[in-house]
């Protein structure tokens, strides 16, 4: 489901709020209970709003390792001072940087999306590890993305930014999974 969904997400901006309506309707109809699926759903739509651009695109396509100085990206919510704290020598290991911004980011995203599951019976621990792994998932997505750009190409798939979409959208299909089969 999010495989697809994620990629038209990065095709249209307006879809991220249709995929938010979409994981909460699911949320209701596996346990019946619309508060927690309107939670799930503000937190998807929520988490999903913070931008990633300058680190999606140095991991898929520039691959720049030195940077003079940052741009605005996570700077107003906290990731960029975090990020910098972890990886100290930023400037000259910017590819790491941005690892570190995107397993961040990828936090901020699911947390706030996958909590509420916790008040339908989900064990926590199962929850942390979902939300841990879309952490993680999101830097590797692109540098998957980056490397099965360069093996195949067609029309809705023409980069490494586009591929990474498929691929973090696949990441977020097995949390998914994951929290229902060990429900």
């Excluded at 720049?64 to 020598?89: C, F, M, P």
């Excluded at 990474?164 to 929290?179: K, N, P, R, S």
Aim: hydrophobic fraction near 50%; aromatic fraction near 16%; include cysteine.
């Amino acid at each position: 489901m999010m495989t697809v969904l994620n990629r038209l997400r990065g095709v249209r901006g307006f879809v991220a709020k249709v995929n938010g309506l979409l994981l909460g309707i699911f949320v209701y109809l596996l346990f019946n209970n619309y508060y927690v699926a309107i939670a799930v759903c503000i937190g998807y739509i929520l988490g999903e709003s913070f931008g990633w651009g300058e680190w999606v695109g140095n991991l898929t396509g520039w691959k720049k390792n030195t940077t003079e100085q940052l741009e605005d990206e996570g700077r107003s919510n906290g990731i960029q001072w975090l990020a910098t704290h972890i990886v100290k020598d930023y400037k000259y290991n910017f590819i790491k940087y941005c690892r570190v911004a995107l397993t961040i980011r990828g936090i901020y995203w699911w947390l706030p999306t996958l909590a509420p599951l916790y008040f339908v019976g989900i064990n926590p621990v199962n929850i942390a590890v979902a939300v841990v792994f879309l952490g993680i998932g999101f830097p590797l997505a692109c540098e998957i993305g980056h490397r099965t750009s360069k093996l195949w190409s067609f029309k809705f798939m023409e980069n490494g930014w586009v591929h990474q979409e498929v691929w973090y959208g696949f990441m977020q299909d097995i949390a998914i999974i994951y929290l229902i089969v060990t429900m």
